[in-house]
């Protein structure tokens, strides 16, 4: 299946006034953690991936959202729901009008405000800020450049080769400490579950940096089941 890579940003020199900092203590000891997540979400063929990844974060703990129990018009199935979140993404986020593909981190952090699921957000500015998030608060969404060579996690394991073929907004949701090796971050990807194993595939620290260094990484801090 042909997968389309569709997360963009603008970035918003702002952000920088909101940082985890403050929430979240640095030097955040490094162990073992898996967030809990929800239903593998498949954006098939389509775009979307903002959408796809805030969603995904939503049913994820710390606070599992339960999407029947919304107070806003909005569809309840998982999957119809985070192409929701995109379609509305794209009236708010940074880039003129709406004939384009793709949108922002941020712009999907603003519409699961608009939805009642999110009531503050952070930026991570640096590898170990998104460790120390992922580790204390719960689960981070990341905008970041793709390559070809990650379009299969084969055993679970996600390497970075190739060229650069688009941008992909993924959810990080776990910590893996490899004694004697090099620690690795767990990711939850919105290709259904035959990508990695069952939908999760963990890459190391070091190559996720370079990623992030190019991309957007956004954590909720104060999260709601949509009742606020």
Not at 49 to 73: H, M, N, Q, Y
Not at 112 to 140: C, H, T
Not at 217 to 228: E, N, Q
């Amino acid at each position: 299946m042909n997968r389309k890579l569709d997360w963009a940003a603008i970035y918003d020199e702002r952000s920088r006034n909101f940082p985890i900092r403050g929430v979240v203590r640095s030097a955040v000891r490094r162990k073992n953690k898996l967030w809990k997540v929800g239903p593998i979400l498949d954006q098939g063929s389509e775009g979307a991936c903002v959408g796809f990844g805030w969603t995904a974060e939503g049913l994820a703990s710390p606070i599992r959202v339960d999407l029947k129990r919304l107070k806003v018009r909005a569809p309840k199935e998982p999957n119809e729901f985070a192409r929701y979140v995109y379609a509305f993404a794209k009236t708010i986020d940074e880039f003129e009008g709406e004939d384009y593909e793709g949108t922002s981190v941020l712009a999907g952090a603003k519409s699961m405000q608009n939805f009642r699921l999110l009531k503050e957000y952070r930026w991570a500015f640096s590898m170990d800020e998104v460790v120390d998030g992922i580790i204390a608060k719960g689960p981070v969404v990341l905008g970041i450049p793709w390559y070809d060579g990650m379009y299969e996690a084969p055993g679970g394991i996600l390497k970075v080769s190739g060229k650069v073929v688009g941008g992909h907004c993924i959810l990080a949701v776990g910590y893996k400490v490899h004694p004697g090796g090099e620690d690795a971050v767990i990711l939850q990807n919105s290709w259904g579950t035959s990508w990695g194993v069952n939908g999760l595939a963990e890459i190391k620290v070091s190559e996720l940096a370079k990623l992030v260094a190019e991309g957007e990484a956004c954590l909720p801090i104060k999260r709601s089941y949509g009742i606020f």
